[in-house]
């Protein structure tokens, strides 16, 4: 049985069309690669319910969750950018991941204690986000998906503003809470070899439709679709 | 914090309306009348209390913004009106409120009324009268016009403020005046006079309060005016310029309404406004003289040499059929 | 169906503002014999009137915002001077005072015998300002919507972002190019809405136009509706009047519509101006003491000659008057309700209009309710009194509803002030944080308690502090029902002045003006904090 399970996921904006299926199995990390306007954000916002696909359907755990508000679907979400309340704290910024209204019993605070020392964020826990640096932020944020605890995890691209050390270590500290917490995986990148790293599969987009899908090494090393070859020079290149 | 004070207001409003209601199950005489009448530097409070006591009843007053907020409330109440009634209407408002067909003779007799001309309406009660006149400052001015067509025609008279016939009642009391001077002429007067308005305001209170700040040496306003500054600021530096070729008189009148359900109660009213008792406060409160002679002489602050010698009035027919094309004709000679 | 249940609160306000807004003018217009809207249009005296209304409330918007854009640009320049958040506190003022107030304060400073020309007169030059006229006009109207305008813009320039200060210093833009380029961008999505609501304000004056305006040619159409209304009884007159001030204003409404812009999303950073690259320089120092001083002093004269002759005036004897603090009281209750009111119709309003956007991606649609919210400017408060009167009269709770009614009107009068200060950061929240919202499950009284109240709490206290003291000042709808024995303060203000006791009234003005400050100081360390 599949964790996720994408049937014939279909999306149209004018003359684009995305057309999408994947089957992801529990605890595997699928990485998505692609240039930009190929559909990789699109396709979390649509397994995030932000959209409404024209046709298909989303399995989670073999249940379907077309029908189902973005907040009551089994995943958690980190995107680019806007992960925190800039007026809450990191703390009330995590704790919104048990409570929407902030009412916490003591399991609850329990739970946060152990995500922010995770994310060794326990010391600036009272800041907010505008006092702390942008990988502290994007820590807040993955504590927060934690707190949630959904067996997915969507990643948008969350790292890519960070440098490139930050950005090894945010990997890291994914690879470490996902085997910790068993979690599935998807993660949006525009950086292939970086996201080999941490990906168990790694899937090639363009034009919204999936070109290649496979094992990471094998994608990168020997590309087949010539669009990837293509892709895969230029960001070499950059 | 925002929900007590919700709630309080909303207690606040609630009693207030239940207060109200529990003063209009007694027998209450309600009395429509213009805001300043019943301020509590008016003669309002004063005629209240001493008729509650004389006729064991309520005296309710509703305070309206001026005599023209007054017969406009009327007319849109029409028979609904709860008003028994209707105190300080003007001789120039007389006819349209006559017109509503609400009122009910007054039968009150009218023999000791005291003014220049017999009155002989049947509908409304003069209560106190005065006439418009042109105050000064007299640190100011020295050469004082002696007629009005002198301060309109000389092109060495002093500023003036006025007020506008469109807003207030001196406004359209000055077009009358000035109506009456001059009659057809009045166009040139006024276009003569024109350079001379400093401004025109929309009601009396911003003229007369420009005028004190000295934005103008003179200001239209009442005969009355300066026995205000000499009884309470004990002050003769204002005074009025008082006209050989007359002044408009204003009369304040009062009526009561034909479907009130405490007719002999209103009539009552209306006797005791004449009354010595009443007639005796409104020179010091509100500032008009009284429309019945009271036997004792006015308070030393009005002068004899303030009294205008020579009286101008339209009836109220008049007025009410012309006074829209003349204000007319005013604007066109006045608005450049 | 979804859909439809989030817009119930806005269509549920809209109604009620078409309602009020129409019902009124209907009501009115059917309580006596019609008049035609061609044979008005063809009278030559109501044509020269529109005209100069317009006229006269082009140039005041003109003036006003243009040099509000040049003050407040100043005032962001210099984020740290002492005084500074004294100076732009004072600047509310002149937005609340009761207008004849003002008139007394204005011409204290520019009139014949005011502080100019007695400074002119020093150099030889007798009575040689005249302040009646256009002059006068435009200078009241600059008076009271310079502050209002700068209050307004000013959150528009914090919301630019440090870090776009030091990309500009890095950059090496000159302050013409920032202003161009960083500046202008962020504060022109709200200067069309800003625009409108002064026009409205200009549009719609009456007595300082005629009492500065110097003569009956600065007539606007309000002093026709009045004198309809009032002094002719022809209420199908004032209707159609009101309908045709309506009319025009919806147009210039329509007109700045296609200006109206999409609310873009800021970082929300720290907001600290102290990295701009342009404010080291000696001219640009000068530039902005000039203009902030210059400003201050336009401003603060005439409310300090108003507390000057408060302080002159009988003191105790007015502060001892019992009447003075029950209809202080009463003012307040005034004030509260129609804060209240006021607020469940702008939340209600931009609730809906936020939806829309985040829904449908409407934006016109959400900026033409917006509009609708702002209009009510537009509709003179008499001729609304009046319909609301004839509501009451008909439905038999006059007796009952008098506070209420007031309290309606003001609520009704001052909406756009809310609208318009709170709907740009209430949209931006949406904006930002739309997808983690749903994402987490925030939504209702929840997202509101934790995400947008902290976010518009500072600009809500404004408005509704703004607003409350409006309400508390306000003299035209107090006196359009009966007062009752009981007054409020600004009637007892008129009784003062109608009763010849300018210096206690000069007192009362003062006492008044204080209690409005207070209000708005409180409301702000309630909401604002």
Redesign the interface.
Known sequence: MNALSVKNLCLKFGDWTLEVSIELAAGRCLGIIGPSGAGKSTLLSLIAGFETPYSGDIFIDAQSINDLEPSHRPLTFMFQENNLFNHLTLYENIALGCHPGLKLSQVDQHQIEIALSATELSSIATRKPSDVSGGERQRAALARCLCQKQPLLLLDEPFASLDPRLRSQMHQLVNVLRKQHGLTVLVVSHMPHEVAHIADELLFMQDGKIKEHGDPDQLLENPIHPQLINYLEFTANR | ??TP??L??LI??VC??AA??VY?ETSTLTV?TY??F?????P?PLIKKAYETRCQCNL??????DG??L???L???GN?T?ADVILGLDTSLIA?AQATELLAPHGVNTANINLAVTWSDSYFLPYDFGYFGFVYDSERIQALPKTLRDLMLNPDSPQVIIQ?P??STPG?GLILWARKVFGDDDISAWETF?SK??????G???A???F?????PMVLSYTT?PA??RH?ENSERYRVAMFDDGHYQQVEVIARLANSKNPTLAQNFLKFMLSDDVQKILPTTN?MLPAVKTGQPLPEAFKESEIPKVILDFTPEEVSTNR?NWI?R??GA??? | MRVLSGMWSGIAVVVFLLIVIGGSITLTAMTSTSVSLSSALADPYLIGVIRFTIGQAVLSTVISVGLALIVTRALARRSKFPGRRLLISLMGLPVVMPVIVAIFGITAVFGKSGLLNQLLSLFGMEQSFTVYGLTGILLAHTFFNLPLTIRLLLPAWESISRENWRLASMLGMSSRQLFRLLEWPSISDRLPGICLIVFLLCFTSFAVVLTLGGGPAATTIEVAIYQALRYDFELSQAALLAFLQLSLCTVAALGLLKWFRVFAATSGRKVDASDRPDIHSTTGKAIDVFCIGICAIFLLLPIAMIFYSGIRGPIYKVISDPILWLASGRSLIIAILATVISMLLAMGLIKSVRFLREKTKQQKGAELALTIGSMTVAIPPMVIGTGFFLIALRTHTLAHATLIMIALVNAVMVLPYLIRSISPPYIQAGEQYYKLCRHLGLSGLQRFRLIDWPIIRKPTAFAVGLGGALSFGDMGVAALFDTDGQVTLPVMLYHQLGAYQFDEASVTAVFLLLLCVAFFWAINQIIGR
Do not use: P
């Open positions: 914090m925002k004070k919700l309080t207001a606040c409003g207030l309306s109200e209601s209009a429509y805001s300043s019943t301020s509590e530097w008016g309002g309710k007053f509703v305070g309206l913004e023209a907020a017969l406009s409330r007319k849109l109440e609904r709860s349209e506008d469109r807003t359209l024109a308005i400093v401004t025109v305001t929309k009396w209170s911003e007369y309060g420009l004190l700040k000295s934005e103008a005016s205000y500054h309470i500032w829209k007319k005013w604007l006045v608005a450049k």
